[in-house]
């Protein structure tokens, strides 16, 4: 089995700590590590997959009931937090996967793109919905440069191999002063799930920092699945690995003009 050996992805460090080991989505053993310079905390090694590797072995479903629900409270919110900065333009959803959140926005204010990494859920979205959807990714897609005023991803960079060469491919098509919506669950809700890096506030922030984005907005949220029912400002020194938090953090981080 293929395995890839990562350094750390905010510092390029390859001294870790080990933080756990666990048992990956293919049976393999794997190790959840801790960057001994800034604290990052990523499975290491990992097996190298693709995405329709993984779709191989679960057949790729709509959003339904109470995750579907929460889905679209976690959107709200996140949409909520935009609208104090900017309401109308050009938004593109990285990895849409059922098109959920593109369908939540109004045409009207909104000119909606959405991209796929994956065929099913791709020709999934292109049937249902009147948005424009395209089966690629960020390092592939053709769009011009400074073309989108929003990008959102949702549970994306935490899943991603390599977060920072994410934000590389995506900061080609984000307008000067543009807007990354972003959201990633708390490490413990996923410690032993599909994640490849275990974001705390403070590395988030640590993260996107280096990769020239400034944060203006950065909340906690847990939700019934019918309501949200808890909301906090966090503060982007947070970096409790441990603490036991089952909800989601979301936030907003802007484009700093070069």
């Not at 790729?60 to 709200?76: E, H, T, V, Y």
């Not at 592939?140 to 491919?169: G, H």
């Not at 275990?198 to 909340?219: A, C, I, M, Q, W």
Request: charged share 25%.
């Amino acid at each position: 089995m293929n395995k890839i050996l990562y350094p750390c992805d905010i510092c390029n460090n390859e001294e870790f700590i080990l933080f756990k080991e666990k048992k990956g989505f293919f049976g393999d053993v794997t190790s959840i590590v801790t960057c001994s310079n800034c604290s990052l905390t990523f499975l290491n090694p990992r097996v190298n997959k693709t995405i329709e590797t993984l779709y191989e072995h679960r057949k790729f479903k709509p959003l339904q009931g109470k995750n579907k629900n929460s889905r679209l409270n976690l959107f709200a919110f996140g949409m909520s937090l935009l609208k104090s900065h900017v309401t109308k333009g050009t938004i593109l959803d990285v990895a849409m996967n059922d098109g959920t959140f593109l369908n939540t926005l109004s045409s009207s204010d909104w000119n909606r793109y959405g991209i796929e990494d994956s065929k099913l859920a791709y020709e999934y979205c292109s049937d249902k919905f009147d948005f424009k959807s395209f089966h690629t990714n960020v390092h592939e897609c053709n769009f011009p440069n400074n073309f989108f005023d929003v990008i959102s991803l949702w549970d994306v960079l935490n899943r991603s191999p390599l977060p920072s060469r994410n934000i590389t491919s995506m900061n080609r098509l984000l307008k000067e002063d543009g807007y990354f919506l972003v959201s990633f669950e708390a490490p413990t809700r996923v410690l032993f799930r599909g994640v490849n890096h275990y974001f705390t506030p403070f590395t988030f922030n640590k993260l996107l920092t280096r990769e020239g984005y400034k944060s203006v907005e950065f909340y906690y949220i847990e939700d019934t699945g019918d309501e949200i029912y808890h909301k906090q400002k966090v503060n982007l020194n947070e970096n409790n690995l441990k603490e036991s938090k089952i909800g989601h953090y979301i936030a907003i981080f802007q484009k700093i003009k070069n």
